[in-house]
Nanobody, 122 residues
């Protein structure tokens, strides 16, 4: 199996910064895309940022210019740094990874972390 464990959430004042981390573990041959999603109260889960195994990134318009997604392939870890936080960034943030568990005989599957709460106070 594959487990994704997020860390770094918490309570932050508006205008502040935070850094989330997500480490993947288990039987892993290769991790393709990794990303961060969030679900705010009463809303659907939405993409925040994604990064390919080669480092190509894309961001939601709502966080573009004040967020940075990066990854350490040797550690199977993805990071999300967010600056100039706003109350509307309050949400549960979920890590996602597209993982190929074995070199042969399987297809890559999407795995999700359990989520970490980020609360931005005004």
């Amino acid at each position: 199996q594959v487990q994704l464990v997020e860390s770094g959430g918490g309570l932050v004042q508006a205008g502040g910064s935070l850094r989330l981390a997500c480490a993947a573990s288990g039987t892993i041959f290769k991790i393709n895309d990794m990303g961060w999603y969030r679900r705010a109260p009463g809303k659907q889960r939405e993409l925040v940022a994604r990064i390919t195994s080669g480092g190509i990134t894309n961001y939601a318009d709502s966080v573009k210019g004040r967020s940075n997604i990066s990854r350490d392939n040797a550690k199977n870890t993805v990071y999300l740094e967010m600056n100039s936080l706003k109350p509307e960034d309050t949400a549960v943030y979920y890590c996602n990874a597209n993982v190929l568990r074995f070199e042969w005989g399987t297809t890559a599957l999407n795995y999700w972390g359990q989520g970490t709460q980020v609360t931005v106070s005004s």
